[in-house]
């Protein structure tokens, strides 16, 4: 018994330590249930502010391992019109080693859409003039001279180095539980003889059932520098094609097609792995990708539209 109370002290003592920069209003253990998620959605239905802040310190401290649940609570900071606070969270979560992209960025995840409250956060003074805010500043500089230079590498590649400008993932299938097979229209659609043509060979009836064949991906490969020690040798220039689903996708690299983790955004900063490559080209030069599906027709007719959103079916999640 004397043991385990010394025990637990300890672990209290250490509790304690590791939060000392920030201080979410009681020591970080082991939540019982699901956590306050239900509590937090009445208190941002309701508008309190300051519930909802509370709620997420809340929620932090019974799972501080999780960089998710302290990016909520920057969210909810920030929402309060508190960020100097908000900014010592973020100083916080960069000493835990987690991920600080989604904050400084205001995205979603990699490449996401951006979220203009938290953008507005991080061009602000509080963050900005603030230790972690320099360090970011410093860091992304960093990553502009390595971006620079790796464009002039770009350039240097030959043909056997790099894909296909416009590069045809066939048989690929983009999103996670992704399926060909039985699809309902949901518009009409024209049926053309083969991606990129116009030539109209059939058109499928809002509300008719169709067999989906299969169908490719139409894109222009991503470069990306290679910053981070994995499968890849650091300082290459890599590219990336079609994605798999769960985070996994096809890259070119050395004249071969891998699959692997699509770990890769505008910068990599610090933090965890996972980020392994920043892209190079400015983003006003990306091409969307275009995904061209085979239809076959209860009559037999076959062709292919671009425009699978006009269908039901394709996932397999539901």
């Known amino acids: ?31 019982s249930g699901g956590g306050p998620f239900a509590e937090i959605a009445r208190a941002e239905k309701s508008g309190d502010r300051d519930r909802v802040i ?17 990016e909520h609570l920057v969210r909810a900071l920030v ?11 973020v100083e916080e979560m960069d000493e835990r080693g987690f991920d600080l992209r989604p904050i400084v960025f205001g995205q979603s995840g990699p490449l996401g859409a951006e979220d203009p409250a938290m953008v507005r956060f991080v061009a602000g003074a509080p963050f900005r003039e603030s230790a972690i805010g ?12 390595r971006r620079a230079r790796a464009r002039v590498g770009l350039q240097a590649l030959r043909p056997g180095e790099r894909p296909p400008d416009r590069y045809v993932a066939k048989g690929a299938c983009p999103f996670e539980c992704c399926r060909y097979g039985e699809w309902t ?32 991906v139409h894109l222009q490969p991503e470069p990306v520098l290679v910053v981070r ?4 040798p ?57 995904w061209w599906v085979k239809v076959r027709l209860a009559n037999g007719v076959v062709g292919w539209t671009v425009e699978a959103k006009k269908f039901q079916g394709q996932d397999g999640c539901g």
């Open 1 to 31: 018994m004397k043991l385990r109370t010394i025990w637990l002290g300890l672990v209290v003592v250490g509790m304690v330590a590791a939060q000392e920069r920030y201080d979410l209003g009681g020591i970080c253990f082991p939540e």
């Open 54 to 70: 509370e709620l997420n310190k809340l929620s932090v401290r019974g799972m501080c391992d999780n960089a998710y649940r302290w």
């Open 79 to 89: 929402a309060g019109k508190r960020e100097a606070e908000a900014t010592r969270v």
């Open 134 to 145: 320099r360090k970011v500043a410093r860091l992304m500089a960093e990553a502009d001279v």
């Open 185 to 216: 229209a949901v518009a009409d659609t024209d049926l053309v003889a083969a991606p990129g043509s116009k030539r109209v060979v059939g058109r499928v009836r809002k509300g008719s059932r169709v067999r989906v064949l299969t169908g490719e």
């Open 229 to 232: 020690e994995g499968s890849l």
């Open 234 to 290: 650091v300082g290459s220039i890599a590219f990336i094609l079609d994605y798999e689903g769960e985070g996994d996708g096809a890259v070119y690299s050395q004249g071969k097609i891998v699959s692997m983790f699509h770990g890769y955004d505008r910068y990599c900063l610090q933090g965890p792995a996972a980020c392994w490559g920043e892209t190079i080209l400015p983003e006003r030069k990306r091409r969307e990708s275009q």
